[in-house]
């Protein structure tokens, strides 16, 4: 069965500076990875997948399969990026999907 | 736009109660799902349908059961809530390239 942990229920930081929110998985095959965003009062959205390799609103996420880990890193954190973050894992494509406990990110001006 | 509907955004309900969630889909989506929210321990899967009339458990079907009799709609039925099944509960229906899309959220109060 697959896992997905996030070990930090909560990050704080000043804006400006350097942001990294930690996923770590577990499963036999190669599977797929996303990160989720929910902002205050919004649905729960998707922010980016691992296999379109591109960066959204700052943020990339690079899938190390030595470390099974799929972090979020983004290099200066802005105030609208506080949310509410989830990492979760597809076995393959179309497939339902496990997510993380998640990770609140707060801002602080 | 893909939208995905709960019929409620707030329910209170009391114990033993038989309880409803509705979730509506407009994409045509085959893959759709229920998932809990609770702090802490973020989304856990109850159940997901890929296609009409087939369910399959997720991690936490213990007192839930659900009914997709069309492909656009997937229900939640909590058959005698009690105080634990409190919580927020998620629709999400999904493309064929796994990307989710969410309903607002059904926050549900068991008292």
């Known amino acids: 069965a697959q896992r997905v942990t996030q070990p930090e229920k909560l990050l704080s930081v000043f804006k400006g500076a350097p942001v990294e929110l930690k996923c770590n998985y577990s499963y036999s095959g190669s599977p797929e990875l996303f990160w989720y965003v929910q902002y205050s009062r919004q649905r729960l959205q998707l922010l980016l997948r691992?296999?379109s390799r591109e960066s959204i609103k700052g943020f990339t996420a690079d899938l190390n399969k030595g470390e099974t880990s799929f972090h979020l890193k983004k290099p200066f954190a802005q105030e609208e990026d506080s949310a509410m973050y989830y990492c979760?894992?597809?076995?393959?494509?179309?497939?339902?999907?496990?997510f993380g406990g998640g990770t609140r990110l707060m801002v602080k001006p | 736009d893909v939208k995905v509907t709960q019929s409620s955004r707030y329910l209170v309900k009391r114990t033993g109660e038989k309880v409803f969630l509705e979730c509506v889909q407009d994409?045509?989506?085959?893959?759709m799902f229920w998932y809990r929210q609770d702090p802490g321990l973020g989304l856990r899967l109850i159940y997901f349908?890929?296609?009409?009339?087939?369910?399959e458990k997720g991690d936490i079907p213990e007192g839930y059961s659900v009914s997709r009799e069309k492909k656009e709609r997937f229900s939640l039925i909590l058959e005698s809530a009690s105080t634990n099944q409190t919580s927020m509960y998620l629709c999400a229906s999904l493309t064929r390239n796994t990307e989710a899309f969410f309903g607002q959220g059904t926050r549900l109060t068991v008292v």
């Open positions: 979760a894992l597809s076995p393959y494509a179309g497939n339902m999907l496990t």
């Open positions: 691992h296999i």
């Open positions: 994409m045509d989506h085959e893959n």
């Open positions: 349908s890929y296609d009409v009339k087939m369910k």
